[in-house]
């Protein structure tokens, strides 16, 4: 194939300063950060416009192109990462980044796919409203990857994923067709609700270019607590008394072990345990209203001392300032990323039934104990939606090359068990590479049959990030 000639005609159709050959200027795209992938790419496009998109996968769709599409690369299943043939053009959308529309009295913004989802996040604070979505790599993550993997991250509690979040979007066929379906309706029943298939589609079906989506009330209080527990039983109970006593004004509950606090303290910047002693659990709870009124610490204070009465928990430090609450969340967003610093990881985004958490954490620890004696079991997360990033660090002084040697198996294992309690293998993170040939243990060969019909329809020449998902 002739990549210079190709090179040639898509600069001639979004510049040439926005199509990148030359390796050392397309090392940023072909990165993933775990260093789990390192992809080849003959072309990197960077177009300006959803009308630039659609030139370039006209001409792509032409000339029989394979395209993967790249927000921020923050993925953590390998999706936006070109595979190792070279075969592949990058498209990447961060020039895609502007703010089309802000509605405060609908409660709606439309932004383009390259938007941060941090800056996102402050144009709706700028109409005191809120964008919930919340995630460790909102600094640099692009809202067009969180709607292509359904992100979910700590907000879920109380606001759903991001695709409870989207109303409409904007999307780039294999044809290069645009589909302008950003409604900021919310009803609309006028048959198939075509947008569900882009959210969650990792890039499979189309390139979304903009999306309207769905802003709230700015929280008016906001209070947040770093509860000590003895274990993730104990944690069940704290979330059972607070969701009866709080209902919706429970907007976030994470679940930390000992070793992430350790783990955060040892490697990132500023770090502090805020419990002035060790406890084996952490639970960070938030409760926040949209209404001066509401007596938001009280209900907090009032939870805890039912719970430490009950014995349920074994202490609790609220914070006394926004700072603080920052400085709490800081560390839960931070747990993941300190990981790395101390050796190899072998990472699970798994969920199961949130009444379910206690008896899994403790039968899949004692099991990846069992199989890899010394590991370091780091599960965290959501306990709130029954999401667990369930990690595994490697041994002490163990080598990180013949630790993750074992990752098919511990994951087959994790995954296992996870199969037990009728949870899901991927609860957030999406399925691109890396759990690719997992997908059919867990979908019916029906499920998987309706998922390629609908591949064949939309992309009948399997241009659209191929071999990832299916």
């Not at 202490?315 to 300032?321: E, F, L, N, T």
């Not at 609860?427 to 499920?447: F, N, Q, T, Y």
Request: aromatic share 6%; charged share 20%; hydrophobic share 40%.
């Amino acid at each position: 194939m002739d990549w210079s000639t190709h090179a040639t005609q898509l600069a001639k159709l979004v510049g040439e300063a926005n199509v990148l050959t030359e390796k050392n200027d397309q090392a940023p795209f072909l990165k993933e950060w775990r260093d789990l992938y390192q992809g080849v790419t003959p072309i990197v496009v960077r177009p300006g416009s959803t009308e630039d998109v659609s030139a370039v996968m006209t001409y792509a769709y032409e000339h029989t192109l394979k395209v993967v599409p790249q927000g921020g690369n923050t993925g953590l299943v390998g999706a936006q990462i070109p595979k190792e043939t070279g075969d592949e053009i990058v498209i990447s959308l961060g020039r895609l980044n502007r703010v089309r529309a802000v509605d405060p009295d609908g409660f709606t913004i439309t932004v383009e796919s390259g938007v941060v989802l941090e800056t996102l996040q402050n144009e709706a604070t700028k109409v005191d409203r809120l964008f919930p979505l919340s995630l460790g790599s909102q600094g640099s993550c692009q809202i067009g990857g969180n709607i292509s993997s359904n992100a979910g991250g700590t907000a879920v509690l109380a606001y759903g994923n991001t695709r409870d979040l989207v109303l409409g979007l904007e999307v780039v066929l294999p044809t290069g067709e645009i589909w302008n379906g950003l409604r900021t309706l919310r009803k609309d029943n006028t048959g198939y609700d075509l947008k569900q298939l882009f959210i969650g589609g990792e890039g499979t079906l189309g390139i979304i270019t903009a999306a309207s989506l769905k802003l709230f009330p700015k929280p008016k209080k906001l209070e947040a607590a770093f509860v000590g527990l003895s274990n993730p039983h104990a944690a069940l109970k704290l979330f059972s008394l607070a969701k009866a006593q709080a209902g919706p004004v429970l907007t976030g509950f994470e679940i930390m072990p000992r070793i992430g606090m350790e783990f955060c303290v040892a490697h990132l910047d500023g770090a502090r345990d805020p419990m002035a002693e060790p406890h084996p659990w952490y639970v960070l709870m938030e409760l926040s209203s949209g209404s001066d009124a509401f007596p938001v610490r009280d209900l907090l204070e009032s939870t805890l001392s039912e719970a430490m009465e009950a014995g349920v928990v074994r202490d609790a430090a609220i914070a006394s300032s926004m700072q603080q609450v920052d400085d709490f969340w800081r560390l839960r967003h931070g747990m993941s990323g300190v990981q790395k610093r101390e050796g190899g990881s072998i990472k699970h985004d798994v969920s199961v039934p949130v009444a379910s958490i206690p008896e899994f954490l403790d039968t899949t620890m004692a099991a990846v104990s069992a199989f890899v004696p010394g590991c370091r079991p780091v599960p965290f997360g959501h306990l709130g939606d029954g999401n667990i990033h369930f990690n595994i660090s490697q041994p002490v002084g163990a080598d990180k090359d013949d630790f993750l040697a074992k990752w098919d198996d511990v994951n087959a294992l994790v995954h296992g068990i996870v199969a037990e309690f009728n949870g899901s293998i991927s609860a957030e993170h999406g399925i691109g590479r890396l759990k690719r040939e997992l997908l059919h243990e867990v979908k019916s060969p029906v499920e998987m049959d309706m998922m390629r019909r609908v591949k064949s329809a939309l992309d009948p020449k399997g241009l659209m990030n191929p071999g990832r998902l299916l």
